[in-house]
């Protein structure tokens, strides 16, 4: 989901972008892969190594999302042009994205449904394996699907603020998590059409794109088995 890197006004003037931008090459897509895979692992890392401190992440989590933020819109981009700091960059926001998770993993296991994380994971794999794929094989144009994916994630964010401070209310949280989803699911397929098309100058934008899909996914589906499988 590469909202701090893709021209959308660029994608949406051009009704066949995929045919008319340089198409990726296979070592282009290869290296995005496994950055993107090496990515997965940093963040398990983050996870596995601070889950012992759940109460304490809980205790910071605004500065940790603080500092994802930090890293996705400016450590990112001001390491672009210098591939050891961007790989740095990247293992750094990715180690930190683990990290965030960790209330939501700690929570479910000590409430005995610990059970559910590799279920969730294997879940969001399937899902976003299927996804891509369906992403490069389809003839369909999906490079002005931009805008209103935005659109929706601003959207999603103001109602899920709401729901955090105001409503409080559990239906709604559920149709919220619901809704990420599904918008991270399209998230997958725009983002691969556009780096199999070629819209990606480098492999470490188009991972990071792609590892907050599968990120996103994976803790809407993580929260929706939480949920579930709950007694209340």
Do not use: C
Request: no cysteine.
């Amino acid at each position: 989901m590469a909202l701090y890197d893709r021209d959308y006004t660029k994608a949406e003037n051009n009704s066949a972008y995929g045919a008319k931008s340089e198409t990726a090459s296979v070592s282009f897509m290869k290296k995005t892969y496994q950055l993107l895979a090496a990515s997965m692992i940093a963040a398990a890392a983050g996870a596995y190594a601070t889950l012992p401190y759940a109460e304490v992440v809980s205790q910071y989590k605004w500065f940790i999302f603080g500092f994802e933020l930090f890293m996705l819109f400016v450590g990112l981009r001001m390491t672009r042009n210098k591939p050891a700091l961007n790989l740095a960059a990247l293992f750094a926001f990715t180690f930190a994205m683990g990290v965030s998770l960790v209330p939501l993993l700690g929570g479910l296991i000590s409430s005995g449904k610990g059970g559910v994380i590799g279920n969730a994971f294997l879940m969001t794999s399937v899902l976003f394996g299927a996804l891509s794929l369906f992403a490069i094989n389809s003839k369909s144009d999906f490079s002005s699907w931009g805008k209103p994916l935005f659109i929706t994630l601003i959207v999603i964010i103001i109602a899920s603020l709401v729901n955090m401070f105001l409503l409080q209310s559990p239906i709604m949280h559920v149709v919220i998590t619901a809704g990420v989803l599904l918008l991270f699911g399209i998230f997958t397929i725009y983002d691969t059409q556009n780096i199999a098309n070629g819209a990606y100058d480098s492999p470490v934008d188009a991972a990071v794109s792609l590892f907050l899909d599968f990120i996103n996914m994976f803790s809407a589906i993580l929260q929706l088995l939480g949920i579930m499988g709950s007694d209340d």
